[in-house]
């Protein structure tokens, strides 16, 4: 079984990618993990910052899970730089694939510093960015 790691962040373009992933995997074929970074400040280590850090991604989780419930996932909550994060946690944790969508700035635009960061240094070859997509109106 393929372990695809999705980074995950609640915007509509991270749901994209939940869309994306589902058009090219059966549930059988794949374990999703979840990700969410949050930023850590050094300055910052007030634990109700890190509660409402942690609140936040269980909403952005659950809305994910939500469309993925036939598949077997799981989450993970990252703390840190978004790029490093998730390239430390896919080398740590046998990741297959890492699957995100690029920032849209204009055509010709490079990928964001995230993705960039990624495709760099991510210890898999196995990478789907996607470019970023305008909303279908019919919502699929």
Do not use: C
Request: glycine share 4%; charged share 35%; net charge negative.
């Amino acid at each position: 079984m393929k372990r695809v790691l999705l980074p995950v962040d609640g915007s509509d373009r991270s749901r994209r990618t939940v869309r994306m992933l589902k058009t090219l995997y059966r549930p059988a074929d794949v374990k999703v993990i979840l990700a969410t970074v949050v930023a850590r400040e050094e300055r910052i280590e007030s634990e109700y910052i890190r509660k409402r850090w942690k609140d936040a991604s269980r909403e952005i989780f659950d809305a994910v899970l939500e469309q993925l419930e036939e598949y077997d996932t799981e989450t993970v909550l990252l703390e840190g730089m978004p790029g490093a994060e998730i390239v430390r946690y896919a080398e740590e944790n046998d990741i297959d694939q890492i699957m995100l969508t690029r920032s849209s700035r204009g055509p010709l635009q490079r990928l964001g510093s995230v993705a960039s960061y990624i495709v760099r240094r991510a210890p898999s070859q196995d990478l789907i960015i996607m470019h970023e997509m305008k909303e279908d109106p019919s919502g699929s």
